[in-house]
């Protein structure tokens, strides 16, 4: 009975060097010798066919590209697609070398995961049931195994697209909070600069209070009478209030607005669960979160300044400034709940079976994510 010596191996991930910091790779390393051991394991079964030179080079090349790739702690996004590409490539083909009883026991794991990714419709889900179904003394097809290994070459490349969705989704999250956070510095330096082209600063009873100092207006009265408009025109009020503003004004409210956006990212933690996927979307949800609060600050008290809130008068003191700062910094979670939401969906998403998220989608009213429906 012919064998064929185990694939020599150039650069294994074995012993690991260093100190573990990301559980992707470390998975994906362990998934490397357990392949390793497999290979070894079909080839020296007795009457094992040989296999071609062509076949173990190109086992070892996807090995050799996803170990280098899973060490060189310098790439990140796209390192992931390519680790988890020629791995799977690497199980698609143990699926077509190794014998039946190896196939049969891989079934239910495998039914499981085209289970959670593929639609009841799908002729290879049937298939994968029908196989699952009878009983593994029978033995397979050549048919049959091609039908196993098309079912799990379409559920792995389905699993890779939800992940490079959220790939997608956390890279808009930090774009976006970026832009924000460059259009709160660069607001705070301008206005650090020129402080009187956007003064934060309120004129209640003829006097001028701003976030950092109180000054009443020159040559008027200190309070007006009771039920008597001011004495003091507006344009005088606005020439006042740019002379009394000053450069930290915007900026404290900035800052304030910001602390408190942190506080509420700490508050919405609780209702964000972890993921074992290689992204991490609640810390770009709270880096969102934070330059929001603070333009959110900046533009609400805007808001008040121009009379555009009914019902609120100028503000009376430097310490009214800030607690409505707090509060405006703080109630970004109203603007930011919905992308909240759809973060929550979309880690859930990866532990649903694709019916689960079909009628998810349906009872919210929305239409399923993009790339729900697997092709090959």
């Given at each position: 009975?012919?064998?064929?010596?185990?694939?020599?191996?150039?650069?294994?991930?074995?012993?690991?060097?260093?100190?573990?910091?990301?559980?992707?790779?470390?998975?994906?390393?362990?998934?490397?010798?357990?392949?390793?051991?497999?290979?070894?394991?079909?080839?020296?079964?007795?009457?094992?066919?040989?296999?071609?030179?062509?076949?173990?080079?190109?086992?070892?090349?996807?090995?050799?590209?996803?170990?280098?790739?899973?060490?060189?702690?310098?790439?990140?996004?796209?390192?992931?697609?390519?680790?988890?590409?020629?791995?799977?490539?690497?199980?698609?083909?143990?699926?077509?070398?190794?014998?039946?009883?190896?196939?049969?026991?891989?079934?239910?794991?495998?039914?499981?995961?085209?289970?959670?990714?593929?639609?009841?419709?799908?002729?290879?889900?049937?298939?994968?049931?029908?196989?699952?179904?009878?009983?593994?003394?029978?033995?397979?097809?050549?048919?049959?195994?091609?039908?196993?290994?098309?079912?799990?070459?379409?559920?792995?490349?389905?699993?890779?697209?939800?992940?490079?969705?959220?790939?997608?989704?956390?890279?808009?999250?930090?774009?976006?909070?970026?832009?924000?956070?460059?259009?709160?510095?660069?607001?705070?330096?301008?206005?650090?600069?020129?402080?009187?082209?956007?003064?934060?600063?309120?004129?209640?009873?003829?006097?001028?209070?701003?976030?950092?100092?109180?000054?009443?207006?020159?040559?008027?009265?200190?309070?007006?009478?009771?039920?008597?408009?001011?004495?003091?025109?507006?344009?005088?009020?606005?020439?006042?209030?740019?002379?009394?503003?000053?450069?930290?004004?915007?900026?404290?409210?900035?800052?304030?607005?910001?602390?408190?956006?942190?506080?509420?990212?700490?508050?919405?933690?609780?209702?964000?669960?972890?993921?074992s996927k290689p992204y991490g979307l609640p810390i770009a949800l709270a880096l969102l979160k934070l330059p929001t609060g603070a333009v959110t600050a900046v533009f609400g008290l805007l808001l008040m300044r121009g009379g555009f809130v009914p019902g609120l008068s100028d503000l009376d003191s430097s310490g009214q400034i800030i607690a409505w700062a707090v509060?405006?910094?703080?109630?970004?979670?109203?603007?930011?709940?919905?992308?909240?939401?759809?973060?929550?969906?979309?880690?859930?998403?990866?532990?649903?079976?694709?019916?689960?998220?079909?009628?998810?989608?349906?009872?919210?009213?929305?239409?399923?994510?993009?790339?729900?429906?697997?092709?090959?």
């Amino acid at each position: 009975m012919a064998s064929h010596p185990g694939p020599a191996s150039s650069g294994p991930p074995f012993p690991l060097e260093g100190s573990p910091d990301s559980p992707w790779r470390e998975q994906a390393l362990t998934r490397i010798g357990e392949q390793r051991f497999v290979l070894a394991w079909v080839t020296q079964l007795p009457g094992a066919i040989p296999l071609p030179p062509e076949a173990l080079s190109t086992i070892r090349d996807h090995w050799e590209a996803a170990t280098a790739t899973a060490k060189d702690h310098r790439r990140r996004g796209a390192s992931i697609e390519r680790v988890t590409g020629h791995l799977d490539a690497v199980d698609t083909d143990l699926l077509r070398l190794a014998p039946d009883s190896y196939v049969y026991g891989q079934l239910p794991g495998l039914l499981e995961h085209v289970r959670k990714l593929l639609p009841r419709t799908d002729m290879r889900r049937r298939s994968i049931e029908r196989l699952a179904a009878q009983k593994a003394a029978t033995p397979l097809s050549s048919y049959d195994r091609d039908l196993v290994v098309a079912a799990s070459h379409a559920a792995s490349s389905q699993s890779r697209r939800e992940v490079n969705q959220l790939r997608s989704f956390k890279r808009v999250l930090q774009l976006t909070a970026a832009l924000m956070m460059l259009g709160a510095i660069g607001l705070g330096v301008f206005t650090a600069i020129w402080p009187e082209k956007l003064p934060m600063c309120f004129s209640p009873s003829n006097t001028i209070v701003c976030t950092t100092s109180t000054r009443a207006i020159v040559g008027a009265p200190e309070q007006t009478p009771n039920g008597q408009p001011s004495t003091v025109s507006p344009a005088r009020v606005d020439a006042a209030m740019r002379n009394t503003a000053d450069g930290w004004d915007v900026a404290v409210v900035e800052g304030v607005g910001l602390l408190a956006a942190a506080l509420a990212a700490a508050a919405s933690m609780r209702t964000i669960s972890g993921s074992s996927k290689p992204y991490g979307l609640p810390i770009a949800l709270a880096l969102l979160k934070l330059p929001t609060g603070a333009v959110t600050a900046v533009f609400g008290l805007l808001l008040m300044r121009g009379g555009f809130v009914p019902g609120l008068s100028d503000l009376d003191s430097s310490g009214q400034i800030i607690a409505w700062a707090v509060v405006l910094g703080y109630s970004q979670q109203l603007l930011t709940r919905f992308v909240d939401q759809r973060a929550q969906t979309v880690l859930d998403n990866f532990g649903r079976s694709h019916e689960d998220r079909e009628s998810l989608a349906k009872s919210e009213g929305a239409v399923p994510a993009a790339g729900s429906a697997a092709t090959t």
